[in-house]
C-alpha cells in the first residue's frame, strides 16, 4: 500500500509541476524559433553564433531539468514522513 501511495505522489508531482514547466519551455522555445527565423531572414547567422544559440539552449534546458529533479527528490523525501 506504501508503495502504491508513493507512485500516485510522483504521479501528482509529475502533473502538477513537471508538465506545467515542461509546456511552459516548449512554448518558449517555439516563441523563441518563431523570432529566429524572422531574425534570420533579416541577418544571417554565422556558424559560431548558431553553435553558441545551441549550447545555451542545451544549458538552460539541462537546467530545467536539473530543477525539477531535485523538486522531485525533495517531494519524495518530504512525502515519506508520516508522524
Not at 511552459?24 to 523570432?35: A, Q
Not at 539541462?62 to 531535485?70: G, I, T
Request: aromatic residues 4%; negative net charge; hydrophobic residues 50%.
Amino acid at each position: 500500500m506504501l508503495t502504491f501511495m508513493t507512485q500516485i505522489d510522483n504521479l501528482f508531482l509529475v502533473q502538477k509541476t513537471i508538465i506545467p514547466r515542461l509546456k511552459s519551455w516548449i512554448r518558449k522555445v517555439v516563441l523563441e524559433e518563431e523570432d529566429d527565423s524572422v531574425m534570420k531572414t533579416n541577418t544571417k547567422l554565422s556558424l559560431a553564433e548558431e553553435a553558441a544559440a545551441a549550447a545555451k539552449a542545451a544549458a538552460a534546458a539541462a537546467a530545467d531539468v536539473a530543477r525539477a529533479s531535485q523538486e522531485m527528490l525533495n517531494s519524495k523525501n518530504e512525502g515519506g514522513i508520516v508522524i
